[in-house]
Structure formats: C-alpha cells, structure tokens
C-alpha cells in the first residue's frame, strides 16, 4: 500500500528565508510524487512532480524538490519564501494501477511566512 | 491548456437533500475520480471510474453515494439524503489514455450541509 508522511503539520520561516518542507513516502513500486499547493478557499494546483525521470525537479514559483529513493524522501524546498508562499502544501504518491492513478495525499503543511 | 471544470463552486443543502456534483473532465481523458476534503483535512480518495464502472472505491464511498457518466463529457457525484458531515470540499479529476499519465484535478465545489 502507498502512503505519505509530511513531517511539520506547520512550518513557519522568515521572508527571504530558505523553506524546506519534508515528505517521505511509501510505496511498493517506483511512485509518481507531487506537490500541490492550496490556498485559502480555493482549489489543488500542481507545484511539480516525480515521474521517474530527473531526480531534481523544478516546479512553478521557484519551488524544486529531490527525489531520494534511498531516504523514500520528496523534499520540498525554496531558496528565499515571499508572503505569498504562505498555503497549505501536500505531498501526493500515486502509481497506475488497473483503476486509474489514485492518488494518495499526505496530511498537509502549512506554510506561515513573517515579514 | 485543458482543465477540468466543476460546477458549482459552491452548494449549500439541507440535511436529509440529495445534491450532484458536477464535473468535466479533459476530453480525451478515460479514468475519472471524485476527492473529498473536510474543511483543515487532508484530501481523501472517493472513487475511481473507468468504462463506465467503479474500478475502485473507497470505504468513504458507501451506498449514500454514486457516480455516473450520463453522457460524453460529463462526471456527477450524487449524495443521496446528506448529512451535516458530508459538507467538505470536493474535487473532482481525470487522467489520460493509459495508466501512466497522473490525474488533472479540478477547482473543487465547496458543499456545506445545514
């Protein structure tokens, strides 16, 4: 079975500052990985994602993560957090099976960036 | 570039009413699913749906729900007889011709149960 561990239910960084959001996954095949960004009142929009191809990926609005098949991470980072980053951020696993592409969402992290 | 459409936005019912969710998918896309998130919740599988038939489902998806296709272009989620916990967001979303395409989610229809 697939899951995901977002570490840090809430992140809060200064403005300018490095941000680092933290996923670990699980999954008995090679996994798809994203990361979608919510915020308030509104709907999911695709940050970036995994699919086994570089293991450096660069998503929109500066954000990338790596991808480390030997820690099962899917780090979420970005060099220097604008007030506008401030949203709720998840990791998502899913694989293909006969269903489709279900996919599996982590809890959440929300993200507070201070002035 | 395609998207998923869901309408509406918003739904506000009463408790006991049955409502359908409303959704588009991209148009050359053949697997549909339904997503469900209660308010400061992670988002949740409902259901999966290929050639017109559940592929997969979750425990969530009990008899108070179905889907359907009722034409080429539409996906509705029906909730018969809502209850005050059936208020959440939900997303509707599709993906592509094989299984290796991930899924494109819609906007989502806030329904809040009164």
């Known amino acids: 079975a697939q899951s995901v561990t977002q570490l840090g239910s809430h992140v809060s960084v200064s403005e300018g500052a490095l941000v680092l959001l933290r996923c670990n996954y699980s999954?008995?095949?090679?996994?798809?990985l994203f990361w979608y960004v919510q915020y308030p009142n509104q709907g999911l929009q695709l940050l970036l994602k995994y699919t086994s191809a570089a293991t450096l990926v660069k998503g929109i609005n500066g954000f990338e993560a790596v991808f480390k098949k030997s820690e099962t991470s899917f780090h979420l980072t970005k060099p220097s957090a604008h007030m506008s980053d401030a949203a709720e951020y998840f990791c998502a696993v899913s694989r293909a099976n006969t269903g489709g592409f279900k996919t599996i969402f982590g809890a959440g992290t929300r993200l507070f960036v201070k002035a | 570039e395609p998207e998923v459409t869901q309408t509406p936005s918003h739904q506000v019912t009463q408790m006991g009413q049955e409502v359908i969710l409303r959704c588009v998918p991209i148009?050359?896309?053949?697997?549909f699913y339904w997503y469900r998130q209660i308010l400061g919740q992670k988002v949740e599988f409902l259901v999966s749906f290929y050639n017109n038939e559940i592929s997969e489902k979750s425990e969530i998806f009990d008899d108070q729900f179905s889907v359907e296709r009722p034409d080429g272009s539409n996906f509705t989620l029906k909730i018969r007889s809502t209850k005050l916990e059936d208020s959440a967001m939900y997303f509707c979303?599709?993906?592509?011709?094989?299984?290796?395409?991930?899924?494109?989610f819609g906007q989502g229809t806030r329904l809040t149960v009164v």
């Open positions: 999954s008995s095949v090679p996994p798809y």
């Open positions: 979303a599709s993906s592509g011709r094989t299984q290796n395409t991930e899924a494109f």
């Open positions: 148009s050359n896309h053949l697997y």
